[in-house]
Nanobody
């Protein structure tokens, strides 16, 4: 069975950094695009960043461009989200997503809170 397990969330001060990780199991990780989404209280879930399989093309939400970096390590079945220059608007639950064809899986989410 497919599992996606996120880690690395927490409380950080404005301007700080965090790195999220998402470890996948039960699936051929390298074949699928991986994404990070987030959902703030009272708001819809939104795409933050995505990295394709193969050539590893990346795309980012305008709100995080230049601050966040998505990467993947297929040998470790893991996708990362490096988040720098965090601000209060980045506070949300962050979810890992694996998608391709009829496949669409979500992790359980990890809370990121940016506050002084």
């Amino acid at each position: 069975q497919v599992q996606l397990v996120e880690s690395g969330g927490g409380l950080v001060q404005p301007g700080g950094s965090l790195r999220l990780s998402c470890a996948a199991s039960g699936i051929t990780f390298s074949m699928y695009a991986m994404g990070w989404y987030r959902q703030a209280p009272g708001k819809q879930r939104e795409l933050v960043a995505v990295v394709s399989s193969g050539v590893r093309t990346t795309n980012y939400a305008d709100s995080v461009k230049g601050r966040f970096t998505i990467s993947r390590d297929n040998a470790k079945n893991t996708v990362y989200l490096q988040m720098n220059s965090l601000n209060s608007e980045d506070t949300a639950v962050y979810y890992c997503n694996l998608k391709g064809g009829l496949v669409n899986y979500w992790g359980q989410g990890t809370q990121v809170t940016v506050s002084s």
